[in-house]
């Protein structure tokens, strides 16, 4: 059973840090793009960032392209969202996620398991 469980959210201010983490397990970690997501309080879940299986071509949202970057080791079944300049309108829960295919059709769609959540704050 694949599970996917991340970790490194908190309470930050506004042009901070966090790097969020997404472990894999129960899957060929290796074999599929992941993805990160995030729900803001009352709005539907927007994607963020996409990575491919061997990590060489990444994919961001607008709203965070230049202050976000994601990875992944391979090694360690983990992906990575590096958030930089962080502010208010980042506030959300981020949700890693693992897409069907061995390719990415499209950002927003083909994702098969999801995580729980982890709660991203940031104050002003």
């Known amino acids: 059973q694949v599970q996917l469980v991340e970790s490194g959210g908190g309470l930050v201010q506004a042009g901070g840090s966090l790097r969020l983490s997404c472990a894999a397990s129960?899957?060929?970690?290796?074999?599929?793009?992941m993805g990160w997501f995030r729900q803001a309080p009352g709005k539907e879940r927007d994607f963020v960032a996409a990575?491919?299986?061997?990590?060489?071509?990444?994919y961001f949202a607008d709203s965070v392209k230049g202050r976000f970057s994601i990875s992944r080791d391979n090694a360690k079944n983990t992906v990575y969202l590096q958030m930089n300049s962080l502010k208010p309108e980042d506030t959300a829960v981020y949700y890693c996620?693992?897409?069907?295919?061995?390719?990415?059709?499209?950002?927003?769609?083909?994702?098969?398991?999801w995580g729980k959540g982890t709660l991203v704050t940031v104050s002003s």
């Open positions: 990575i491919s299986r061997t990590g060489g071509t990444t």
């Open positions: 996620a693992s897409y069907d295919k061995p390719w990415i059709e499209h950002t927003d769609y083909g994702m098969d398991y």
């Open positions: 129960g899957c060929t970690f290796s074999d599929y793009p």
